[in-house]
């Protein structure tokens, strides 16, 4: 028998905590708990979740801020992070999403809600293929390694988070192809899960950064494609 998936919920409001946690559990989930963001940084590198479910707003340090700093940990680089949050602005999508962070849980959670998102999140562990892929993707001086989720450009080493790793390696398993948005969110972000219109945007902008402008294109209207 497998072992159960493992979430560490972080909450600053012990009925969150409580009410979550015991729909979480009874669906089969491993919990583990934390009330701030500092504790929950080091809770997550002993417990190892393969999802975080993360408070925007908790005092000391914001979820935004945790979220930043659970990214900047290696041994956390394929968790899964959602916020739990009451707040819908764009503007607080795009900094979550600019974060690090996978999806949004808006508030108050109705418990089928609520399982029925996490059960569509940790679908993502299995990376999205489109046929038969490679593991290991060279292109110009980049060497892009499915099996250990690393980028080499000319030589140098490093961990991209799990989705933009996974709209990387999409975008270069078939250079030259027009991936439409709608295709890259089925692909990447699954077909019952419901992000906000930036996600992609915010995503692609995070890779360029990393990567440099010359290797992922828009196509106005249409989407992206990668080139070297």
């Known amino acids: 028998m497998s072992e159960p998936l493992r979430i560490l919920l972080v ?5 969150i905590l409580d009410f979550i946690g015991f729909n979480l559990r ?47 940990q290696a041994a956390l680089a394929h968790t899964l992070v959602a916020f739990l ?29 609520l399982t029925s ?18 593991d290991l993707i060279s292109l110009g001086d980049l060497l892009i390694n499915r099996e250990a989720y690393t980028v080499e450009k000319n030589g140098e080493s490093q961990q991209l988070p799990k989705k933009e790793f996974e709209l990387l390696f999409l975008l270069a398993s078939k250079p030259g192809k027009v991936f439409s948005r709608e295709k890259i969110l089925k692909l990447v972000w699954g077909e019952d899960v419901v992000v906000g219109d ?23 209207g249409v989407g992206y494609k990668f080139e070297f």
């Open 85 to 113: 949050t009451a707040r819908g602005e764009d503007y607080s999508q795009i900094a979550g999403f600019d974060a690090g962070a996978d999806d949004y849980i808006t508030k108050p959670i109705k418990p089928r809600v």
């Open 11 to 15: 909450d600053d409001e012990p009925d």
């Open 117 to 134: 998102r996490v059960a569509a999140l940790l679908r993502r562990i299995q990376p999205a293929t489109e046929g038969e892929m490679a």
């Open 198 to 220: 930036r996600t992609i945007d915010v995503h692609i902008r995070k890779l360029r950064e990393k990567l440099g402008d010359d290797y992922i294109r828009t196509v106005k």
């Open 26 to 72: 009874r669906e089969g989930y491993e919990v583990d708990v934390s009330s701030n963001g500092r504790t929950a940084i080091v809770k997550a590198l002993e417990f190892k979740p393969h999802l975080i479910l993360l408070d925007v707003m908790m005092p000391d340090m914001d979820g935004i801020e945790t979220c930043r700093m659970i990214r900047g």
